[in-house]
């Protein structure tokens, strides 16, 4: 079973988003996408390749969730 964090599109340099999940910076090959990925989407990826595109409001209740999960995990270390 895979967790996938929703990724923002930064930027898209031919058929390559630059991605920006959590703070971190990555680049993910849009080549597997049957619909248009633009600046500002949200995006679900899997080894190096974009796979969906999902809506804004679902994305930031994920990524919430996700932050919740790593506050978590860091009070009990």
Known sequence: MCLAIPSKVIAINDNV?????????????????????????????????????????????SIELYQEMIAKMNETQ
Do not use: C, F, P
């Open 17 to 61: 988003a630059i991605l920006e999940t959590l703070g971190v910076q990555r680049e993910a090959s849009l080549d597997l996408m049957g619909e248009s990925v633009k600046v500002g989407d949200y995006v679900l990826l899997h080894i190096g390749y974009v796979m969906s595109k999902i809506d804004e409001k679902e994305a930031l209740e």
